[in-house]
């Protein structure tokens, strides 16, 4: 199974901010790597995909790249809707695997 | 409106079974890989089971702590997809999501989700 290890777990960060969160996969997956927004009591909204494609209606400060093991999320210019959790997917292959998760926080 | 609605959730005790069903509007079921993901109280997200389109011959994909105890299925005619769950455990207790996966742009992804069903396994 291919294993996702997604850093930081928790950042505090403030209105503004750049932030970015890394995504490294055990194994080769190209770029069939997701992210996806979550907020509290609320399904998961898909981000970006194949790595580095921002989905329709998601704002431009949210950028993706990487390839092959080392992934990256980047939230420029952080806004009070953005505070939540982020999960990186990997759709390489079965089995599905999610990363851990990074719970972005006010500071 | 192009939705997906999961119900049947509740609370069951371990070693029960309970059924959970995910209804799909606005889009024909068939056409798509469907897959159940969960996520337990205060956890991240699991992938649970997956199940490919018609195209596909609707074969099945599981998560290695479910597999033998959870069952993916889908009624094309009813737009519906069913997740059969069956000897329980204490560690199956989370909200499950059913989701629409969609190959688009050099990509697979989640492109729609539905709000979840809350399963409590305890005794």
């Known amino acids: 199974d291919i294993q996702l290890t997604q850093s930081p777990s928790f950042l505090s960060a403030s209105v503004g901010d750049t932030v970015t969160i890394t995504c490294r996969a055990s194994?080769?997956?190209?770029?069939?790597l997701v992210w996806y927004q979550q907020k509290p009591g609320k399904a998961p909204k898909l981000l970006i995909y194949?790595?580095?494609t921002l989905q329709s209606g998601v704002p431009s400060r949210f950028s993706g790249s990487g390839s092959g093991t080392e992934f990256t999320l980047t939230i420029s210019s952080l806004q009070p809707e953005d505070f939540a959790s982020y999960y990186c997917?990997?759709?390489?292959?079965?089995?599905?695997?999610f990363g851990g998760g990074t719970k972005v926080e006010i500071k | 409106e192009v939705q997906l609605v999961e119900s049947g959730g509740g609370s069951v005790q371990p070693g029960g079974s309970l059924r959970l069903s995910c209804a799909a509007s606005?889009?024909?079921?068939?056409?798509?890989?469907m897959e159940w993901v969960r996520q337990a109280p205060g956890k991240g997200l699991e992938w649970v089971a997956g199940?490919?389109?018609?195209?596909?011959?609707?074969?099945?994909e599981y998560a290695a702590s479910v597999k033998g105890r959870l069952t993916i299925s889908r009624d094309d005619s009813k737009n519906s997809l069913y997740l059969q769950m069956n000897s329980l455990k204490t560690e199956d207790t989370a909200v499950y999501y059913c989701?629409?996966?969609?190959?688009?742009?050099?990509?697979?992804?989640?492109?729609?989700w539905g709000r979840g069903t809350l399963v409590t396994v305890s005794s």
């Open positions: 989701a629409r996966d969609v190959a688009a742009g050099g990509g697979w992804y989640f492109d729609l």
């Open positions: 194994q080769d997956i190209s770029s069939f």
């Open positions: 194949a790595a580095s």
């Open positions: 199940s490919r389109n018609k195209a596909n011959s609707y074969t099945t």
């Open positions: 997917q990997q759709l390489h292959s079965y089995p599905v695997t």
């Open positions: 606005g889009f024909a079921l068939s056409d798509h890989y």
